[in-house]
């Protein structure tokens, strides 16, 4: 059975950092993709980031140039480095296998002075 634990989360300043870590256990294949997604209040859950499972990366707009994502697939970790936080970036982020039903139970990130 595949199990996604994110951690990382916390309250955080505007302007500030944070690192969130996605560790999966369980049998997957030797190479995979990870992703971030995060839902806000009264919101869906949108797509943040997602990396392949050769590297490549895609972000959302409201993102681009301040998060980043890297995946471990022989560790079976993935972070997301988020940097310039704002308000707007308030959620519960989870961590998935794209394609899978996989999902951690969400980590919640506030951005707020």
């Known amino acids: 059975q595949v199990q996604l634990v994110e951690s990382g989360g916390g309250l955080v300043q505007p302007g500030g950092s944070l690192r969130l870590s996605c560790a999966v256990s369980g049998s997957l294949f030797s190479r995979f993709a990870m992703g971030w997604y995060r839902q806000a209040p009264g919101k869906q859950r949108e797509m943040v980031a997602v990396?392949?499972?050769?590297?490549?990366?895609n972000y959302a707009d409201s993102v681009k140039g301040r998060f980043t994502i890297s995946a471990d697939n022989t560790k079976k970790l993935a972070h997301l480095q988020m940097n310039s936080l704002k308000p707007e970036d308030t959620a519960v982020y989870y961590c998935?296998?794209?394609?899978?039903?996989?999902w951690g139970q969400g980590t919640q990130v506030t951005v707020s002075s």
């Open positions: 998935n296998v794209p394609g899978t039903t996989y």
């Open positions: 990396v392949g499972s050769f590297g490549t990366t």
